[in-house]
């Protein structure tokens, strides 16, 4: 079973942020906090990852709860190009470590 | 960024027949690959983990002798599903993990394209 809780779906305007939430409350300490997002017919499309701060990429920023077991990625300005699935994974770090899969949320943006 | 390559990325089968999917890591050494299957409309599903040189790791419910995983290069895993039937009609997904690559230094993990199969 996956690890982690999102809502289904979100909606977003274009330009304004996107707060994107999910709940790993069963996480290790050895595990690390992966978003990816997957458009139509394409592989995951890595977003971004975290231990225990928070982070910063390009693409996004990942806001980490103290305690871990839950995060937030964020969009800081949503284009019509971000609409995808988002899914939230974690993962660990050591060599014996899979990424599974929730059910993500589904991110539309609207003009 | 790294790039992973699946081929084909579609093939219609006839049913009974066999299929093989190719998944490559171009520019980086993947010890680890991951084969993930995805229906309409679902989630990614976990089928099982690929190490070079070694036997596959499959999940629960996955039937290794259906979905035959081979790992024999640094660069290359194959999916062959054997006797393929309707249901098994899904895109399929790898992914490679860089072998030389910590998390500290980024992203180690990456996707292929995916892989339409219809059976017909």
């Known amino acids: 079973d996956a690890k982690t809780t999102q809502p289904n779906s979100m909606e977003s305007n274009e330009e304004e942020p996107v707060h994107l939430p999910c709940n790993h409350s069963t996480i290790s300490g050895t595990d690390y906090i992966h978003w990816y997002r997957q458009l139509p017919s394409q592989g995951p499309e890595y977003v971004i990852h975290?231990?225990?701060s928070n982070v910063n990429n390009r693409m996004a920023s990942l806001a980490i709860a103290e305690d871990r077991k839950s995060s937030t990625l964020i969009l800081h300005r949503a284009t019509l190009r971000d609409a995808a699935v988002y899914y939230c994974?974690?993962?660990?770090?050591?060599?014996?470590?899979?990424?599974?899969f929730g059910k993500g949320t589904k991110l539309s943006v609207k003009p | 960024g790294a790039v992973v390559s699946q081929h084909p990325s579609w093939v219609i089968c006839k049913s009974g027949t066999s299929v093989k999917i190719e998944c490559r890591s171009l520019d980086f050494q993947a010890t680890t690959m991951f084969w993930y299957r995805q229906f309409p409309k679902q989630s990614l599903m976990l089928m099982a983990t690929s190490n070079e040189g070694s036997k596959a790791t499959y999940e629960q419910g996955v039937e290794k002798d259906k979905f035959l995983i081979n790992h024999a290069s640094l660069t290359l895993s194959t999916l062959t599903v054997t006797s393929a039937h309707p249901e098994d009609s899904s895109f399929y997904i790898c992914?490679?993990?860089?072998?030389?690559?910590?998390?500290?230094?980024?992203?180690?993990?990456?996707f292929g394209e995916g892989s339409w199969l219809t059976v017909v």
């Open positions: 992914s490679a993990r860089d072998s030389h690559r910590g998390f500290l230094s980024g992203n180690t993990i990456y």
């Open positions: 975290g231990l225990t």
């Open positions: 994974t974690t993962f660990y770090g050591g060599s014996q470590g899979n990424l599974i």
